[in-house]
């Protein structure tokens, strides 16, 4: 070490001295760029020595601190290299841009939320001309209060893995650092130790060291806002509470390698609690205030209680300085898995996953509590009066299918159907006129061209090709290759509909050149555009990685799955990695209160207010002990920026986590397990039924089967997010089944997407494959099989003589399960089930007795058991023959006074089918319309009073026609008429 009063000479004969280090150490000294701190603006300069001073180094990164100057001071700056694939690299670090930084700010300073960003009166120097302005606001916290920039002093080895840094002393107070570089950790743990002269309030901060211009730079990653090159315009300070995983960086190229600059917060400084943004602990940049890229982080901040401190309390912050080789995720995993223990930590809860989709089913069957408005024919619309919205239309035909039950298809899936061939788009009104300023009325004309290729496509093949209307819309949606510009589809999702729809190669090869471009565009390409706090997160901020993953079950092109999944892995920073749960139990509903979302607002049903639950009563959420893994909020995603902070509320995460099943899928097709573990994380052990969306603090509400019955709804209940919930959690079930079993578990799937992030497989309408037995019909049907452990989810399958249970165990530990078969619901004439098989290589024999038996799952194993020689007919369960639709599917007619009215045949098996017409009137202009109507036999008239108007008519077995007419009178009392029309079925 350089004595001080020797410097201080030095210094005085600068020239010289600069002259005598160049030449004794053979060093090109530069003079440092001007450095403007986050305040004053003041110069820095760092010269630096080749004098090695401190040694800090494990397998990854080695750390000398090294003499120089700063601020005309002695001073030190860290010298660092890492360990890449070609051996030890030094890093290009530039000793200007590190700083340690205080922000002083009076006992009264307070952070408010405006927004989404956090808002600080901005600090006026007393001298300053302004002073006696109107007050102005920032969203930074630099700018929050006054600032002091420490310089290090002096440096001391405290151990082998841990340095301590002295300051020079400020009027302000105190200033020290530690440095520790653990074994086999690929970063360096800094703790800042400050203790002020007077009380007040302070934030400590640390700058990285290095700053780029964005041109210089690969990626950056802020979670939740920033990723690729998406550089913020302005410069605010991200609250932690706000960030899925607290970490700044940005992946540089040094050398033609990949190298990681960046902060990250240590997670002792994030407690145990949900993340609730006013109570944030601290807050992390990655633009400075000149506009360059440099990661930052700041803690605590002004105006929580941590800054409150009095004169010669120390207050301590504690950090990760991130530099690797390697690309951004890589570096993203090392603080996930490392600095905040992320790992496969959720298991069933008191339902299993599959009993929680059996619940949802009876749930989507209450006409009360499904919010299914029979005159809308869709569900209730909460945010708006007299909405309804349908946004999974393959859903309820998927029910059908699975579940064989005639019921659902009349109540739920026939309606559907009808809907999506006269409305005009996922939204609509009965009672447009009254409809306040939620989404829009739509009208009659439909079908709606929001959807697209692929999902009217697929509509049409589940309906077996009977059905004319639908093939017409499929063709019609052909001409559209982006539907609806607030998605994500591309192009090429529209290409590989028209390929699955009709085998054209010409489409194929469409959907594959569509597709390259959009990789070289989207994903090789990082994009620049800053998207601000409104686009959904799963929407704008992530490429179309599920329609290239689509796209790779289809032609198994290796390129498409390698998009994909540099896609999914951006959904990843979307997601909760932290506070990781506890081993212990933790309280919730203190005193009795819940906090949920928005707990002083009802939405609509229909043209009411209404919210179930609501009034609350005072023990419909009794304080309680949980365990802490039941409620954690880590494996939980989020909506938008802007929908996810509402000032002291618990941030809005969500519990629709679409995505689940095809990560199930990625981690099968990539070898990554992470992709298991994000899936699994966000679905296990969170729901006995369907949940609502938001979750917004610590509560096993959403855990009761009973829950959209009786409230309290903390969370919203969205109903047109039932179907959808649903449809995905049965995903989740199929490709579990798939993941575990290497692909011997295998059916196929069809893609439902288009409304919002809502993207996900539905089945039921192809057999599949188990363990090599073809032709295997899922049949979920409650009330086949009893499995009596919650952590066993299981899937029921059959071909005409077999039945299979596909029981796979959630826990981590070998469980016992008793199933109970009810042969009488399952087979013809059988009373009694004798024994099951398990199936595999060593497969053997369980005797049954009353028809149950036990059988023994290993942690996280899969066990398929078949019971044989059996007589099961599901008729939907059949495969069709090709059929051609009757040319008298359709019939489009014209009233004498200009109306139009459509008529469609609806049919999915040989049978019974239904005529449904309809007429483009717009509300309240028809007194009355009525069809007449002539099938075989058999005549009748049926008169509709109120819009929209349409009827629908069961037409029996055997009759492959239906005539009929319309006539009426329009609200200025003149009458009109059509042409009598047929509309019919091949058989």
Same mark, same amino acid.
């Given at each position: 070490?350089?004595?001080?009063?020797?410097?201080?000479?030095? #210094?005085?004969?600068?020239?010289?001295?600069?002259?005598?280090?160049?030449?004794?150490?053979?060093?090109?000294?530069?003079?440092?760029?001007?450095?403007?701190?986050?305040?004053?603006?003041?110069?820095?300069?760092?010269?630096?020595?080749?004098?090695?001073?401190?040694?800090?180094?494990?397998?990854?990164?080695?750390?000398?601190?090294?003499?120089?100057?700063?601020?005309?001071?002695?001073?030190?700056?860290? $010298?660092?290299? &890492?360990?890449?694939?070609?051996?030890?690299?030094?890093?290009?670090?530039?000793?200007?841009?590190?700083?340690?930084?205080?922000?002083?700010?009076?006992?009264?300073?307070?952070?408010?939320?405006?927004?989404?960003?956090?808002?600080?009166?901005?600090?006026?120097?007393?001298?300053?001309?302004?002073?006696?302005?109107?007050?102005?606001?920032?969203?930074?916290?630099?700018?929050?209060?006054?600032?002091?920039?420490?310089?290090?002093?002096?440096?001391?080895?405290?151990?082998?893995?841990? $340095?301590?840094?002295?300051? =020079?002393?400020?009027?302000?107070?105190?200033?020290?650092?530690?440095?520790?570089?653990?074994?086999?950790?690929?970063?360096?743990?800094?703790?800042?130790?400050? +203790?002020?002269?007077?009380?007040?309030?302070?934030?400590?901060?640390?700058?990285?060291?290095?700053?780029?211009?964005?041109?210089?730079?690969?990626?950056?990653?802020?979670?939740?806002?920033?990723?690729?090159?998406?550089?913020?315009?302005?410069?605010?300070?991200?609250?932690?509470?706000?960030?899925? +995983?607290?970490?700044?960086?940005?992946?540089?190229?040094?050398?033609?390698?990949?190298?990681?600059?960046?902060?990250?917060?240590?997670?002792?400084?994030?407690?145990?609690?949900?993340?609730?943004?006013?109570?944030?602990?601290?807050?992390?940049?990655?633009?400075?205030?000149?506009?360059?890229?440099?990661?930052? #982080?700041?803690?605590?901040?002004?105006?929580?209680?941590?800054?409150?401190?009095?004169?010669?309390?120390?207050?301590?912050?504690?950090?990760?300085?991130?530099?690797?080789?390697?690309?951004? =995720?890589?570096?993203?995993?090392?603080?996930?898995?490392?600095?905040?223990?992320?790992?496969?930590?959720?298991?069933?809860?008191?339902?299993?996953?599959?009993?929680?989709?059996?619940?949802?089913?009876?749930?989507?069957?209450?006409?009360?509590?499904?919010?299914?408005?029979?005159?809308?024919?869709?569900?209730?619309?909460?945010?708006?009066?007299?909405?309804?919205?349908?946004?999974?239309?393959?859903?309820?035909?998927?029910? =059908?299918?699975?579940?064989?039950?005639?019921?659902?298809?009349?109540?739920?899936?026939?309606?559907?159907?009808?809907?999506?061939?006269?409305?005009?788009?996922?939204?609509?009104?009965?009672?447009?006129?009254?409809?306040?300023?939620?989404?829009? @009325?739509?009208?009659?004309?439909?079908?709606?061209? =929001?959807?697209?290729?692929?999902?009217? !496509?697929?509509?049409?093949?589940?309906?077996?090709?009977?059905?004319?209307?639908?093939?017409?819309?499929?063709?019609?949606?052909?001409?559209?290759?982006?539907?609806?510009?607030?998605?994500?589809?591309?192009?090429?999702?529209?290409?590989?509909?028209?390929?699955?729809?009709?085998?054209?190669?010409?489409?194929?090869?469409?959907?594959?050149?569509?597709?390259?471009?959009?990789?070289?565009?989207?994903?090789?390409?990082?994009?620049?555009?800053?998207?601000?706090?409104?686009?959904?997160?799963?929407?704008?901020?992530?490429?179309?990685?599920? !329609?290239?993953?689509?796209?790779?079950? &289809?032609?198994?092109?290796?390129?498409?799955?390698?998009?994909?999944?540099?896609?999914?892995?951006?959904?990843?920073? *979307?997601?909760?990695?932290?506070?990781?749960?506890?081993?212990?139990?933790?309280?919730?509903?203190?005193?009795?209160?819940?906090?949920?979302?928005?707990?002083?607002?009802?939405?609509?049903? !229909?043209?009411?207010?209404?919210?179930?639950?609501?009034?609350?009563?005072?023990?419909?959420?009794?304080?309680?002990?949980?365990?802490?893994?039941?409620?954690?909020?880590?494996?939980?995603?989020?909506?938008?920026?802007?929908?996810?902070?509402?000032?002291?509320?618990?941030?809005?995460?969500?519990?629709?986590?679409?995505?689940?099943?095809?990560?199930?899928?990625? @981690?099968?097709?990539?070898?990554?397990?992470?992709?298991?573990?994000?899936?699994?994380?966000?679905?296990?052990?969170?729901?006995?039924?369907?949940?609502?969306?938001?979750?917004?603090?610590?509560?096993?509400?959403?855990?009761?089967?009973?829950?959209?019955?009786?409230?309290?709804?903390?969370?919203?209940?969205?109903?047109?997010?039932?179907?959808?919930?649903?449809?995905?959690?049965?995903?989740?079930? &199929?490709?579990?089944?798939?993941?575990?079993?290497?692909?011997?578990?295998?059916?196929?799937?069809?893609?439902?997407?288009?409304?919002?992030?809502?993207?996900?497989?539905?089945?039921?309408?192809?057999?599949?494959?188990?363990?090599?037995?073809?032709?295997?019909?899922?049949?979920?049907?409650?009330?086949?099989?009893?499995?009596?452990?919650?952590?066993?989810?299981?899937?029921?399958?059959?071909?005409?003589?077999?039945?299979?249970?596909?029981?796979? /165990?959630?826990?981590?530990?070998?469980?016992?399960?008793?199933?109970?078969?009810?042969?009488?619901?399952?087979?013809?004439?059988?009373?009694?089930?004798?024994?099951?098989?398990?199936?595999?290589?060593?497969?053997?024999?369980?005797?049954?007795?009353?028809?149950?038996?036990?059988?023994?799952?290993?942690?996280?194993?899969?066990?398929?058991?078949?019971?044989?020689?059996?007589?099961?007919?599901?008729?939907?369960?059949?495969?069709?023959?090709?059929?051609?639709?009757?040319?008298?599917?359709?019939?489009?007619?014209?009233?004498?006074?200009?109306?139009?009215?459509?008529?469609?045949?609806?049919?999915?098996?040989?049978?019974?089918?239904?005529?449904?017409?309809?007429?483009?009137? /717009?509300?309240?202009?028809?007194?009355?319309?009525?069809?007449?109507?002539?099938?075989?036999?058999?005549? *009748?008239?049926?008169?509709?009073?109120?819009?929209?108007?349409?009827?629908?008519?069961?037409?029996?077995?055997?009759?492959?026609?239906?005539?009929?007419?319309?006539?009426?009178?329009?609200?200025?009392?003149?009458?009109?008429?059509?042409?009598?029309? $047929?509309?019919?079925?091949?058989?």
């Amino acid at each position: 070490m350089i004595d001080p009063q020797i410097m201080k000479q030095l #210094i005085q004969l600068r020239p010289l001295f600069l002259l005598f280090i160049s030449l004794i150490f053979s060093f090109d000294i530069a003079i440092a760029k001007k450095v403007t701190t986050s305040l004053e603006a003041a110069s820095s300069k760092a010269h630096l020595s080749r004098k090695k001073v401190i040694h800090l180094k494990n397998e990854f990164i080695e750390i000398d601190f090294v003499q120089c100057l700063k601020e005309q001071k002695a001073s030190y700056t860290p $010298v660092i290299k &890492v360990k890449t694939s070609l051996g030890w690299k030094k890093l290009e670090t530039d000793p200007t841009a590190e700083s340690y930084q205080i922000v002083s700010a009076g006992e009264t300073s307070t952070m408010e939320i405006s927004g989404f960003y956090p808002k600080w009166v901005k600090w006026v120097s007393p001298n300053e001309t302004n002073i006696t302005k109107k007050k102005t606001f920032t969203n930074t916290i630099w700018e929050a209060g006054k600032n002091y920039e420490p310089i290090i002093s002096a440096v001391k080895q405290d151990g082998k893995n841990r $340095v301590s840094l002295e300051f =020079y002393r400020l009027d302000v107070g105190v200033f020290k650092a530690v440095w520790e570089l653990f074994p086999n950790e690929k970063n360096i743990r800094v703790q800042l130790q400050f +203790t002020p002269q007077n009380s007040g309030q302070y934030s400590l901060g640390y700058f990285a060291f290095n700053r780029k211009s964005l041109d210089e730079v690969e990626e950056l990653l802020m979670p939740m806002t920033v990723q690729r090159k998406r550089f913020p315009t302005k410069t605010y300070t991200l609250l932690q509470a706000e960030c899925p +995983t607290p970490i700044s960086l940005m992946q540089v190229s040094e050398n033609k390698q990949s190298i990681i600059y960046g902060i990250a917060a240590d997670s002792s400084e994030i407690p145990y609690e949900f993340p609730i943004p006013i109570k944030s602990r601290f807050g992390i940049h990655i633009r400075n205030s000149q506009g360059q890229v440099q990661p930052s #982080i700041y803690g605590p901040l002004i105006g929580t209680t941590g800054s409150q401190k009095k004169s010669g309390e120390t207050l301590t912050f504690s950090f990760r300085i991130l530099t690797e080789s390697g690309d951004w =995720y890589s570096s993203y995993r090392n603080v996930c898995d490392e600095v905040f223990g992320w790992r496969d930590y959720r298991t069933n809860g008191e339902i299993s996953l599959t009993n929680a989709a059996y619940n949802m089913i009876d749930l989507y069957m209450n006409d009360e509590y499904s919010g299914w408005w029979q005159r809308a024919k869709g569900f209730y619309q909460i945010e708006s009066k007299n909405g309804a919205t349908q946004a999974s239309p393959l859903t309820a035909v998927s029910l =059908y299918y699975l579940t064989g039950d005639t019921n659902l298809y009349k109540r739920r899936t026939l309606p559907t159907l009808e809907y999506f061939l006269s409305r005009s788009g996922p939204h609509f009104s009965p009672i447009p006129e009254d409809t306040g300023s939620g989404y829009p @009325a739509g009208t009659m004309n439909g079908p709606p061209r =929001y959807f697209g290729k692929s999902v009217y !496509g697929d509509l049409e093949k589940m309906l077996n090709g009977r059905t004319l209307a639908f093939k017409s819309a499929a063709l019609k949606a052909s001409n559209v290759t982006t539907p609806y510009e607030g998605g994500h589809i591309q192009p090429f999702d529209d290409w590989l509909g028209r390929y699955l729809y009709n085998g054209d190669k010409h489409a194929l090869d469409s959907a594959i050149k569509y597709a390259d471009k959009y990789i070289d565009s989207a994903i090789n390409k990082a994009p620049q555009k800053d998207l601000g706090i409104n686009p959904f997160f799963l929407v704008s901020f992530v490429p179309n990685w599920e !329609g290239l993953l689509r796209l790779y079950e &289809v032609t198994k092109e290796k390129r498409f799955l390698d998009a994909a999944k540099k896609g999914a892995q951006l959904v990843m920073t *979307g997601i909760w990695t932290q506070p990781m749960p506890p081993q212990r139990n933790t309280t919730i509903h203190p005193n009795g209160i819940v906090h949920g979302d928005k707990m002083d607002r009802e939405l609509y049903k !229909g043209s009411i207010k209404y919210r179930i639950g609501w009034p609350k009563r005072e023990d419909d959420s009794p304080e309680k002990e949980v365990p802490a893994w039941l409620v954690s909020n880590a494996g939980l995603g989020f909506e938008a920026p802007t929908t996810y902070t509402y000032k002291s509320n618990g941030g809005r995460m969500i519990s629709m986590s679409s995505w689940s099943g095809a990560f199930l899928r990625l @981690a099968l097709y990539t070898g990554d397990k992470q992709f298991e573990t994000y899936a699994r994380n966000a679905v296990l052990g969170r729901f006995g039924n369907y949940p609502g969306y938001y979750y917004t603090t610590f509560t096993d509400l959403m855990q009761d089967p009973n829950y959209p019955y009786k409230g309290p709804d903390v969370g919203f209940i969205y109903y047109h997010h039932l179907p959808v919930h649903l449809s995905w959690t049965i995903d989740y079930l &199929v490709s579990e089944a798939k993941l575990r079993s290497k692909s011997k578990i295998n059916f196929p799937g069809l893609r439902q997407f288009g409304y919002a992030f809502f993207d996900y497989l539905v089945y039921g309408n192809q057999p599949g494959d188990i363990m090599g037995i073809k032709d295997t019909w899922l049949w979920l049907r409650k009330g086949l099989v009893n499995v009596d452990n919650n952590q066993i989810n299981y899937l029921t399958a059959h071909t005409d003589n077999k039945f299979f249970v596909i029981l796979m /165990n959630e826990s981590s530990e070998t469980q016992k399960t008793n199933i109970t078969f009810f042969p009488s619901v399952i087979s013809k004439s059988a009373q009694i089930f004798k024994s099951f098989k398990v199936m595999g290589e060593n497969g053997e024999n369980f005797a049954l007795k009353n028809n149950s038996g036990q059988i023994e799952i290993k942690p996280r194993g899969l066990q398929v058991i078949e019971v044989d020689g059996l007589d099961i007919d599901v008729p939907l369960h059949k495969k069709q023959l090709g059929t051609i639709p009757s040319k008298l599917g359709t019939a489009e007619l014209t009233t004498n006074n200009g109306m139009k009215v459509n008529a469609a045949a609806i049919q999915i098996l040989p049978g019974s089918w239904s005529a449904y017409i309809w007429s483009n009137a /717009n509300s309240k202009s028809l007194n009355e319309i009525s069809v007449s109507w002539t099938c075989g036999d058999k005549t *009748g008239v049926l008169k509709d009073l109120e819009y929209p108007y349409e009827f629908s008519i069961e037409v029996p077995d055997k009759e492959k026609q239906f005539r009929f007419s319309v006539s009426g009178i329009d609200v200025n009392g003149s009458a009109f008429q059509t042409k009598e029309a $047929v509309i019919g079925v091949v058989d």
